[in-house]
């Protein structure tokens, strides 16, 4: 079970990697943050826009209010300047005055009652005559009444309390006139229903609403009259004290307000409509569209993406599947996509390189065997028949002369040089090992020529573990002894110094020989770097730069009767 659900880990690990996945995915995302985006810069757009509409719908609303009741104002002016110009009539005689009260109040349905008042308040005349007044002291005196002399006023709206048994809601228009020389003041009650009926049916939204202030900001109408009662404490009248008409949002940006004043009256409209809750619609609206949109873009970007993202990645792919050849070692395997212009020179380029390693591998081939040849006459220059027949025979000769130490002391040198020389077929030693190659050959050589020379060895301990291929210092003694120290008369001196050179580690090989020429050191030189020449020099130089690169090798300095110095340079590992 556990190995099931790790290969499928891994499956779909493979998967999420898969640049055909990564291009659907990123195509996915791209187009779903583009949406989630436009769709939040669409509800910005749209909650403005809601907002311009929500004010320009309040405020057409509360203007058609405001020409409605403007329009009823002017018709009562008419009615009461109508009853003003009859009573007005010189002709008229007192006792025609109720029989014209009666008859203007029949000609106008939304008439109440029409009263004529003395100058102390008393009611003397009225209409309908129906009507029992009530005993009251004056008319003046009621809180609706506006005592203002040579115009119309019109009160505010309240319940008629003129007559017994009658409690109807009532707007008072109120104006002096002058009968047969006498000061009368003209009261006209209209119907106040009418109106109210009219703003009760006014709606701004689902739940909006109209209501009437006057001229000192006092609540005079609301389509609840409880909020009338209370002195409107439901209201926030503070916020539209000072407005001019026109249109508003409340400081908790909840709702509109337009206002809306009535010329005659000085009255305003207020309307009021619940932005929340056009808002809140709106946004369920958009978010139901915005989601089916989303759901179908999304699918046909997510088709699409699939396709493009396959379109693309296929060339990719069948790519990846030639270069897995070569985990196969199989380098006879091209490439030819030609899709797009990027893969094309990507094809190209991995057909070239194919071709490149095959002719490198052909190269590393050929230098390996030469490599190997070059090793193996190494080995052979070191353990050839001459050399050992030699150091065999002065290991006889010393032993018949009884010379068993140094017999023995030639014996050990000897084993030790053929085993460090073998080193179980390993191409690399420590320098250590080097430098104590290069002693048992010096130890043996010193036997042999009876001390004709004398040796030194010195290294740095810091570099004595570092790497190095080996048999490179035995060919540049050999030479030093052959020819250089063998012709002399005097005993010669060999140094070897083995010196830690920051990056690179120098092993200098230094004899007081014959030395050589000018032109003898070049013919080294120029054979160092061929194909032609011996073994000895040109052996190492070579096997150094194959091992390490070119920037190391072997430098000879020489002059002659002055001796000869071998610097072989080596990496600092």
Request: a neutral charge; aromatic letters at 8%; glycine letters at 4%.
């Amino acid at each position: 079970m556990l190995n099931s659900l790790k290969r499928i880990g891994i499956q779909w690990s493979k998967k999420i990697k898969s640049l055909q996945v990564i291009l659907a995915l990123s195509l996915s995302v791209l187009t779903i943050v583009t949406i989630l985006l436009f769709s939040i810069f669409l509800s910005v757009i749209f909650k403005d826009t809601l907002v311009n509409h929500s004010k320009i719908t309040t405020l057409q609303s509360v203007k058609q209010s405001s020409i409605s009741l403007t329009n009823e104002i002017e018709t009562m002016n008419g009615t009461a300047y109508g009853i003003l110009d009859e009573l007005k009539r010189t002709e008229l005689q007192v006792n025609q005055i109720s029989e014209l009260l009666g008859t203007s109040f029949r000609l106008n349905r939304n008439v109440v009652s029409v009263s004529l008042l003395d100058q102390k308040g008393k009611i003397t005349h009225y209409a309908p005559s129906q009507y029992t007044p009530k005993e009251m002291e004056t008319v003046f005196n009621q809180r609706w009444f506006q005592n203002e002399s040579e115009r119309i006023t019109v009160s505010s709206p309240h319940v008629q309390n003129l007559f017994e048994k009658n409690h109807q809601w009532v707007l008072s228009m109120t104006t002096p006139v002058t009968i047969q020389s006498k000061q009368y003041t003209l009261l006209i009650d209209y119907n106040f229903n009418s109106l109210g009926s009219y703003f009760n049916k006014v709606t701004i939204g689902k739940r909006g609403y109209s209501f009437i202030l006057d001229d000192k900001n006092e609540l005079i109408y609301h389509p609840k009259q409880r909020i009338i009662q209370t002195n409107a404490k439901e209201e926030n009248l503070t916020f539209v004290k000072d407005k001019s008409d026109g249109v508003y949002i409340t400081e908790d940006q909840k709702n509109t307000i337009a206002v809306a004043t009535i010329p005659s009256t000085g009255w305003k409209i207020i309307g009021v409509s619940y932005l929340t809750d056009s808002l809140n619609e709106a946004i369920v609206d958009i978010k139901k569209n915005t989601l089916w949109i989303f759901l179908i873009v999304f699918s046909l970007i997510l088709v699409m993406s699939i396709s493009v993202s396959k379109y693309i990645a296929h060339p990719i792919t069948n790519m990846v599947k030639v270069m897995k050849n070569v985990n196969e070692n199989k380098f006879d395997v091209y490439t030819h996509e030609n899709r797009f212009t990027e893969i094309q020179q990507l094809s190209g380029s991995y057909n070239h390189l194919i071709d490149q390693v095959k002719e490198l591998m052909v190269q590393v081939k050929d230098e390996q065997e030469g490599l190997r040849k070059s090793e193996m006459n190494v080995l052979q220059a070191q353990i050839n028949p001459h050399f050992l027949y030699n150091t065999l025979e002065s290991i006889l000769w010393m032993s018949e002369r009884g010379n068993n130490k140094g017999a023995s002391e030639m014996v050990a040198a000897l084993g030790k040089l053929l085993r460090i020389s073998l080193n179980k077929g390993n191409h690399m030693i420590p320098i250590s090992q080097e430098l104590a190659h290069a002693q048992s050959y010096l130890t043996i050589q010193q036997i042999r020529y009876k001390n004709q020379f004398h040796y030194t060895i010195e290294a740095d301990e810091s570099i004595l573990v570092n790497p190095t291929i080996k048999i490179i210092i035995q060919p540049f003694l050999e030479n030093a002894l052959y020819h250089g120290i063998e012709r002399m008369i005097d005993e010669g001196n060999i140094s070897i110094k083995a010196m830690d050179k920051k990056n690179k580690i120098l092993i200098e090989i230094k004899d007081d020989g014959i030395g050589m020429s000018l032109e003898a050191i070049q013919e080294i030189e120029k054979g160092m770097d061929s194909k032609k020449g011996g073994i000895g020099i040109r052996n190492v130089h070579q096997r150094i730069q194959m091992y390490f690169g070119k920037e190391y090798g072997v430098e000879i300095k020489s002059e002659l009767d002055l001796g000869t110095t071998i610097n072989i340079w080596l990496p600092k590992a």
